[in-house]
Every structure is written in C-alpha cells, then in structure tokens.
C-alpha cells in the first residue's frame, strides 16, 4: 500500500438525525466487512460516529491522524467517509484508530479482508463474499444514496444521472467498457427487485448473454465439439461483463486466461516440430495482422469441428498448418 487517501461524501444530513446517528453508532468499517472477500480495491466505507480522529493501517501501513470535526462540519453533520484504500492481493489486516482531541488513541476496529485480485482465484474458508443490496445495508445509505430508484432513473445512460453510478463508476475505469455497462443499462442483467438481495443477476451468463450475442450462440451450437466453460454456460470464466483491460473483455491476456486452466500446456515448447518453438505470442496473427498470435489464433475457444477447438471446421493438425504454411 503506497498511500491512504480520504474522500469525503457531500451529503446534508439535519442535526437532530446527525445526533441520533452519532450516538447509535461508534467507529465502524463498513465496507468492506470483517472476514469477507472483494474483487476491487477501490472503496472503503467509514462510519467514524463521535471520534475526533480517524486514522488508518493497512497490513501495518499507517495514515495520518484526519480531522473528523471538521470534516463532519464541511459535510453538514455527516459522519461517513469514503476511503480509497490500496490493498495487497490476499490478506489485509485493516484496523481504524479512533483518536481524541489530545491525538490519543480511545477505539481501534480491526478488519480481516481478503482482496480476491486474481478472479480464477478461490477465496479461503471462512471469508463470505461481500453482499451489498440488502434491506440493512442499503438503510445506512438511504441519508446519501438513492436506494429506491425508480424506472427512468434506473434507465439513465450516465454516472451522474443513474444512482448506480454514485458507486460502482470505478468499476469502469478500464480500457475496454462492455457496452450495456458503458450506457449504465444495469438492470438489463440486474433484477432490481431480487430477494433476499437486490440486484442479482436475472439468470445464468448463457441466458444473459444470449440476448445480445444470439449470433455467438448459434455458431457454437452449430459446433460438434464444444469448449467446457460454454458448453455450461459460464461466459464470465473468461470475459469480464463490466469492463477490463484486455479485448474481448477477457479478465487476463488471452494466453493467460487459458493457461489458468490448461496448466500443462508449455507455452515455451508447444508445437515444436523443429529446434525453434512455434510463435504462440509477441508476433502478429498471419490470418488476422491487426492482432497478436495467440492461443486463440488456432484454438477458437467456443468449440470447433475438432475435439481441439481448431477454427475454421479445420479436423486435423496438417489442415490447420496449411492455413498459413502453404508449401
């Protein structure tokens, strides 16, 4: 962790309900919760209740002291803070350091969360994944946040109009935006009205996903072998449905999401029929220029006409040679 940094919520809150706040509530982190597992890190959720100081160590990485009087001042009476943490992929120890007037430590709240970096990655036993939308959760918000959105705003194309984009903005700070994302179309793939927690996806990745990509889908029932992962309808094994870094919205370079699963598969020595290993990477596709060669450039990872997914109805390895290699 390089840096803690504290950016403050402007919401209004009247005194008397500030007063009642402060008093129900002591220093809490809530979000993320003691012994749950995130896949961002990006946001930290405070509520610092009648602490004059706040400070924060992460994995023995100390802030300095904030002034917690003042900012409640500057936001009306509202004593949550956002904090955008900086966590090690793994393990955090997070402990919130309740200081009073003098700078003395009176309160200490400590947190273990498991940043989950790697999405292939399982998180241990005895952390929960973080469940956000539930009629508790979302009461703690309703002072700054619009919980109960209606249609047309639901509807609204942008950060600052649709209430989803208060929070989960940053989960689009990435090169490659997923199209219904990039236009805040959340509930087309999120029921709004789910239970016991709102917003859950409205189906698996294939009944999803099909109602955009039906072209997709008919190709790959067209397919005598299919690749495992879409035989069973898991999209998202591979592609992020929000927005990444890599095209094609894969979580990782294509060669690194295959070789999470086909561990075996030497990249340094596959298909070598002579001293020098095949290319699998770092030179362009022959059959597509504007891309890299890959594993998907004689793999197609949706399945094929060969049990090894070769593109093109290509059945054999010497069909497939001749793509590029006429002789």
């Not at 940053?170 to 935006?177: A, N, P, T």
């Not at 190709?219 to 449905?241: E, L, N, T, Y």
Request: glycine fraction near 8%; aromatic fraction near 8%.
């Amino acid at each position: 962790m390089k840096t803690i940094k504290i950016a403050i919520s402007v919401c209004i809150l009247g005194t008397v309900l500030f007063s009642v706040f402060s008093q129900a509530f002591a220093l809490e982190l809530l979000y993320p919760e003691d012994k749950t597992w995130i896949p961002y890190s990006h946001l930290m959720v405070i509520k610092t209740g009648n602490i004059q100081g706040l400070s924060i160590a992460i994995n023995g990485v100390k802030s300095e002291v904030y002034d917690m009087v003042q900012t409640r001042a500057a936001q009306g009476g509202n004593d949550f803070v956002k904090v955008v943490p900086e966590f090690a992929p793994g393990k955090n120890k997070v402990v919130l350091y309740g200081h009073d007037t003098t700078g003395k430590v009176i309160t200490e709240v400590v947190s273990d969360i498991y940043y989950r970096e790697d999405p292939y990655e399982r998180a241990p036993s005895g952390y929960r994944p973080y469940v956000m939308h539930t009629p508790q959760r979302e009461a703690l918000c309703l002072p700054c946040h619009n919980m109960n959105p209606t249609s047309e705003q639901l509807n609204q194309s942008s950060a600052g109009l649709n209430p989803c984009g208060s929070c989960h903005y940053r989960m689009l700070d990435r090169e490659y935006v997923h199209g219904p994302a990039g236009v805040y179309e959340c509930v087309f793939c999120h029921d709004p009205n789910s239970t016991p927690s709102r917003y859950k996806p409205v189906g698996g990745d294939m009944k999803i996903c099909i109602e955009c990509h039906e072209d997709k889908f008919a190709s790959i029932q067209k397919d005598a072998f299919v690749h495992g992962p879409v035989a069973i309808g898991m999209c998202s094994v591979c592609h992020d449905p929000h927005a990444t870094n890599y095209s094609g919205q894969m979580f990782r370079a294509t060669n690194e999401v295959c070789i999470g699963c086909h561990s075996a598969v030497n990249l340094d020595s596959h298909v070598v029929r002579s001293s020098n290993p095949h290319p699998l990477g770092g030179v362009p596709d022959p059959l597509a220029p504007a891309k890299e060669m890959t594993c998907a450039s004689c793999h197609n990872p949706h399945g094929g006409a060969n049990r090894k997914f070769f593109p093109d109805d290509v059945t054999s390895a010497m069909m497939l040679c001749q793509k590029c290699h006429q002789k």
